[in-house]
């Protein structure tokens, strides 16, 4: 059983909008760290966002300004919203749990932003 699904990816033109959402199953949410992780096509994963357990977020500088990450703690659920999409966005995006350094990751959902 999958522990954490993400949804919410799709094409979108740039300057767009997108909401991905993450499932988690099987972890004790609420105390986990959530992250959104993505990769380009050639390129490493990287961090996008992430929001501990007290709220506190961080964000790539690449994304500051333009996506928010937020939980709900009651749903078991992480989003991502993005705005104001650029095609260097495109990537499949991933959501992480992070609880003292025990991680899981999702399968990814692709976003691809065209010019």
């Known amino acids: 059983q999958e522990q954490l699904v993400e949804s919410g990816g799709g094409l979108v033109q740039a300057g767009g909008s997108l909401r991905l959402s993450c499932a988690a199953s099987r972890i004790i949410f609420h105390i986990n760290t959530m992250g959104w992780y993505r990769q380009a096509p050639g390129k490493e994963r990287e961090l996008v966002a992430t929001i501990t357990d007290g709220d506190m977020t961080n964000y790539a500088d690449s994304v500051k300004g333009r996506f928010t990450i937020s939980r709900d703690n009651a749903k078991r659920t992480v989003y991502l919203q993005m705005n104001s999409l650029k095609p260097e966005d495109t990537a499949v995006y991933y959501c992480?749990?992070?609880?003292?350094?025990?991680?899981?990751w999702g399968k990814g959902t692709l976003v691809t932003v065209s010019s």
């Open positions: 992480n749990s992070d609880l003292r350094g025990v991680r899981n």
